[in-house]
């Protein structure tokens, strides 16, 4: 109901939606009734801590940066601070060494609930974040890993003990841990659709189990042991500073050169840029967008580094305004 509304206030938005949260990105003022609202810069840089998987219960997880890709990319041709906002996280996450994925929700569900990785764990799910819990499960130390599901994982998870079509599993059948990685369009389920398990772990938002479920450890459950955790709460502090300030300093100098003949080059290269990017994507659509963007981007700012520089040297504007000038999409093209 909540994404319905939010659709609804903002059709033209750019949205991020992941098993945490529901973020709606627009240029328009915000008429729904969403919990918390930001503007301008501080907008941006909460955009670059959620690209960066700050605000993750796993913190840096893999999938978020593409998940935040693809979610506000029909803003970026209309907001060129946006680019600015993705590189300050790539940055980040590639010093911070970040590599999580959301399998690692396993494990913080394990130590919220103070259970040892022992026995049989069953995943409720084969999409990619049961497919990550079953890689995690069997990376803890369970002795068999199980995955249920209406269809049978393809290809198959190396590793796991074998497939049970959700809801036909083995008549009083037991588990160390049930594991549910669900889809947010999912049916609930309730006891009577699970086997016996010591304990249930409910991963999706909104949540996979019915009430009746016990014992269970949610998301909420597992976010909250997180913020608790005072070490990490003030390394993911430093992180966020460091992230403000390389973001600080990418807008700095977009702004410097915003008016300048050499921000004229920059500006109409980068447009060229965008333009191939989306013909490479579009006929290669084997290949990541996010890999395209970050390949195209590193020629572009390669060849125009030195330059740059050597324009800012000479102080020559009507030099680099007729460079600029030949940058210019000729008659015809997009």
């Not at 819990?133 to 590793?159: D, H, K, N, Y």
């Not at 967008?289 to 740059?308: F, K, M, W, Y």
């Amino acid at each position: 109901m909540l994404e319905a509304e939010i659709r609804s206030a903002h059709p033209e938005a750019g949205f991020v939606q992941t098993c945490q949260r529901i973020e709606a990105f627009s240029l328009s003022t915000c008429e729904c009734t969403a919990p918390v609202r930001r503007f301008g810069t501080g907008a941006l840089e909460y955009l670059a801590t959620l690209a960066a998987g700050l605000e993750s219960a796993v913190l840096g997880e893999y999938q978020v940066l593409g998940q935040v890709r693809a979610g506000i990319a029909p803003l970026r041709q209309h907001v060129p601070w946006i680019d600015d906002a993705l590189a300050a996280a790539r940055k980040l996450r590639a010093e911070a060494g970040f590599h999580a994925t959301t399998g690692r929700l396993l494990d913080l569900a394990l130590k919220c609930a103070e259970v040892r990785p022992t026995g049989s764990l069953l995943v409720v799910g084969a999409g990619a974040a049961g497919r990550d819990v079953a890689r995690c499960g069997l990376a803890l130390g369970f002795t068999e890993v199980w995955i249920t599901s209406r269809r049978r994982p393809e290809p198959p998870v190396e590793g796991v003990a074998g497939w049970i079509p959700l809801g036909k599993g083995p008549e009083g059948a037991r588990y160390k841990v049930v594991a549910a990685c669900l889809g947010p369009s999912a049916n609930t389920l309730a006891a009577a659709d699970l086997p016996a398990a010591d304990l249930h772990i409910d991963l999706g938002s909104p949540p996979n189990l019915e009430a009746d479920v016990r014992p269970t450890i949610d998301m909420q459950t597992i976010i909250a042991h997180v913020k608790a955790d005072s070490v990490e709460s003030v390394y993911r502090e430093s992180l966020r500073a460091k992230l403000r300030e390389n973001l600080a300093r990418r807008l700095s100098l977009a702004a410097e050169d915003a008016g300048s003949p050499v921000g004229l080059l920059r500006l109409q290269a980068e447009r060229v840029r965008h333009r191939e990017a989306r013909r490479v994507a579009r006929l290669n659509p084997e290949i990541p967008a996010d890999a395209v963007d970050r390949i195209t981007r590193g020629l572009v700012n390669q060849l125009l580094h030195a330059p740059s520089v050597r324009l800012r040297e000479i102080d020559d504007p009507e030099l680099a305004e007729r460079l600029a000038a030949l940058f210019v999409p000729l008659e015809g093209e997009q």
